[in-house]
């Protein structure tokens, strides 16, 4: 089993910054990818940026604006979340992509439990 927990939301101004992190622990034996997706209210869970064998992707709203990182070492990726707009309320979710051992190459997909980000003046 993989746990994936997400730290860092809060309540920030518009044009602030915030940083999130997500910390995956448990059985694992390689990570393929890690990333971040958000859910406003009344619509769905959608990517924000995710990280996979050192390339980034992000949705087109936050390029420029947020940066995507990853500490091999710890398991973590981060996001950088500057110039914050209200639309960028919302629940962030970490998601990542594993390989729980050698004999299997399976990749199981692990969810964190969220953290609000709330943009408001």
């Known amino acids: 089993q993989v746990q994936v927990v997400e730290t860092g939301g809060g309540l920030v101004q518009p044009g602030g910054s915030l940083r999130l992190s997500c910390a995956a622990s448990?059985?694992?034996?390689?990570?393929?990818?890690m990333g971040w997706y958000c859910q406003a209210p009344g619509k769905q869970r959608e990517l924000v940026a995710t990280?996979?064998?050192?390339?980034?992707n992000y949705v087109d709203s936050v390029k420029g604006r947020f940066t995507i990182s990853r500490d091999n070492a710890k398991n973590t990726v981060y996001l950088q979340m500057n110039s914050l707009e209200p639309e960028d309320t919302a629940v962030y979710y970490c998601n990542t992509v594993v390989r729980e051992n050698f004999r299997s190459d399976r990749l199981n997909d692990y969810w964190g439990q969220g953290t609000q980000v709330t943009v408001s003046s």
């Open positions: 990280t996979s064998g050192g390339r980034t």
């Open positions: 448990g059985t694992i034996f390689s990570i393929y990818s």
